[in-house]
């Protein structure tokens, strides 16, 4: 049996969380057009008669502008240490400068790697893949290379067996009914964070966080869940963005994330935001580590 850790890193918007979702054929991280929003290294399972796989999503490469920033590429060191396996993320564009800040992290710690070029569903044919392929090999030594589409799953069968084949032997890491690291209030916290980035303006994203402050039976209907929550911004003018006019964008957030809630929780779900104004809550790391923006 093989078992063993792999550790997903790449420049921010290459698709990292849709192929770590594609992979354990479920949704663990969240997904967004909006570059650099995963901030959890979220831990996935992905179990087979091969084996084991744990995976580890991570933040973007990328300059660091606050507190947040200077501990997200502490948790992308960290993770990339802990693995049996990196799985550096290009998109099939080619290399870009944070890409090439990717790969000399990898080539200080020496570490094993398999190449992931995703976004191949935007090539015009399979041939223009070939020089960008010639030039990754010439970068660095990878185990493999593996073109994919996660947005399409294709070639994610090829990637798991490409993973399985590198891994040592070993007894699974993690119980089999086992499919994720992350403490409930923290999942439920990213789902609602989602739907906020996805639903808002582009300057709005950086600035979201989510506090789960409460997950309950009904008072009255115990066959009902109550999840209270803030949504957490760092400008008093980003409240207005959030809450929308009369109040339409926050509901809008709100019915989306609750059809996610009940599918966890497996029950009918009453679901409380808030928007809350926390100052440079980014800068703090008293208040982000509530949120769970550190190692869980």
């Known amino acids: 049996m093989k078992s063993g850790s792999i550790s997903i890193v790449g420049k921010p918007n290459t698709g990292k969380s849709t192929l770590i979702n594609a992979l354990l054929e479920r949704k663990v991280s969240i997904v967004s057009p909006r570059p650099a929003i995963t901030r959890i290294r979220v831990l996935g399972i992905y179990n087979s008669e091969e084996g084991q796989i744990v995976i580890l999503d991570t933040p973007g490469f990328e300059n660091v502008r606050n507190e947040l920033g200077r501990m997200m590429q502490k948790t992308i060191i960290h993770s990339i240490e802990e693995a049996d396996i990196i799985i550096p993320v290009i998109d099939a564009r080619g290399w870009q400068t944070e890409d090439e800040r990717m790969l000399e992290t990898i080539k200080k710690f020496n570490k094993s790697a398999i190449l992931v070029i995703n976004k191949i569903d935007l090539l015009p044919n399979k041939e223009s893949l070939l020089p960008l392929i010639k030039e990754s090999n010439e970068r660095y030594k ?3 290379i593996v073109p994919v589409s996660a947005l399409k799953n294709k070639n994610i069968n090829v990637l798991r067996k490409c993973i399985f084949s590198h891994l040592p032997e070993g007894d699974k890491l993690f119980p089999e009914d086992m499919i994720t690291n992350l403490p409930l209030q ?5 789902i609602i964070r989602e739907k906020a980035v996805n639903r808002t303006y582009q300057e709005v994203p950086q600035s979201i966080a989510v506090e789960v402050e409460e997950i309950k039976p009904g008072d009255k209907n115990k066959d009902m869940m109550v999840v209270k929550a803030n949504i957490i911004v760092d400008r008093e003018n980003l409240k207005h963005i959030i809450i929308g006019k009369d109040g ?7 019915q989306l994330a609750r059809k996610e809630i009940e599918i966890i929780l497996g029950k009918k779900t009453y679901l409380e935001l ?14 982000f580590r509530k949120f769970g923006y550190g190692d869980i």
């Open 142 to 144: 990878f185990l493999d």
């Open 274 to 287: 808030w928007v809350k104004v926390i100052k440079d809550w980014r800068e703090r790391p008293d208040i």
């Open 248 to 254: 339409s964008k926050l509901k809008e957030i709100g």
């Open 186 to 190: 923290y999942t439920i916290a990213e």
